[in-house]
């Protein structure tokens, strides 16, 4: 066999030239298997990022032309290119090809098939690596924008409920059962500092991933006379990134979000539950509104709160996409490695469940309708003024507290035995259990000026409820 032909049979083992990837072909002989191809390609879900992809090339390539890396013609050919690669996605008109792996390839493809050889200029400097960590900041930015926007619209909804029933008083319940009358107004805006900070976590999450990893390279920088600064201001990031192999290894700030996305869809959970609890036959609270409930297909009476379910069961899939994150990075090395291209799929779904179990919630609080004789009716159940007689008995009598709880649970067994509220026990009654009280223990037994007495900071007076929805239209909305 002559060299020649050893040399024809090494270079072509039966595969078809055609398939070989044209931007990283050089080093192979052949394609990709099928299966290769299907399991290493992400342009299935990555093409979503196709926005700040041209967007982080485009500043690229400026800062390249600023530093003389790449002419001024082909940087203007590059810019043309870009745009028009945009506008075909944006129309409909473009071709995404799973054999080209990804979104960065995809535009590659297309830019080289639009100008030519100058399109080849634009990855001078940079790596996958680089620019994929960069698209996601970029993308995942927005997000938060958007999810910050989103829950303001929440918290303004549930202020306006608030503000509706200041003085609308129902049972606060601890281990769900009656505990101490609340206003129905005040419970809605517990939801409002959960929501509050849930948006300072957001934020706090998007301070941390705002700086640009762009020029990092695949790992240890570049040797070409680039400007990270440049790059990072033009996409509105604070700062470059100061470690390139960090820059390209660090997927803490999906992490985070997902963490802050998680405890956000918590709160939304929480919140569903009280829906689902309030709106049943048996509480009868609230009225969830027509467009946020279905129907049954066998029992024709039944208004089923779906929307709300559906809002706890997508928090598990939000907190197990936090999971997925931290259980795929924990084994990695630095810095780069191809099993962090599992990074996309939960953060996309995440983001896009988290935001509409958001805009649902939005839509069931401004559109329930709560039975404020309903919820009063229910303080009549459960001896929910019991601490307020244990307290009338330390500030007007001079029990200690433990001896006051200790004569109150006595008192309600009492009721409890005479199938009567303790308001409704006769002042002889009460004297045998502790002989000290007298008439005016019955001006704290009314669950009116229960709720009217806890005029602390933070409590569910009336007054106080309103100062809070003033404060929160300031602080928050």
Known sequence: MTSKAKHKQVKQPGANPQAINQMWGGRFNAGPDGLMEEINASIGFDKRLYAQDIEGSRAHCAMLVAQGIVSADDGAAIQDGLGAIEAEIEAGDFTFDAGLEDIHMNVEARLTALIGEAAGRLHTGRSRNDQIATDIRLWLRDEIDRLDEQLTALQAALIDQAERHADSVMPGFTHLQAAQPVTFGHHMMAYVEMFARDRGRLKDCRKRLNECPLGAAALAGTSFPIDRAMTAQALGFDRPTANSMDSVADRDFIVEFLGAASLGAVHLS???EEMVIWGSAQFGFVAMPDGFSTGSSIMPQ????????????KTGRIIGAQIALLVMLKGLAMTFAKDMQEDKEPLFDAVDNYSL?????????????ADAPAMRAATDAGFITATDLADWLVRIIGLPFRQAHHVV??????????????AELSLDALREVEPAIDERVFEVLSVERSVASRTSLGGTAPERVRAAIAAARERYL
């Not at 709160?305 to 809002?311: F, N, R, Y």
Request: charged share 25%.
């Open 270 to 272: 929480r919140l569903a």
């Open 302 to 313: 039944k208004r089923n709160p779906d929307a709300a379910e559906l809002v706890r069961g």
């Open 357 to 369: 179990c958001l805009r649902a919630m939005t839509g069931m609080v401004a559109g329930m309708t």
């Open 409 to 422: 649970g006595r008192i309600v067994r009492l009721a409890e035995q005479a199938g009567m509220g303790i």
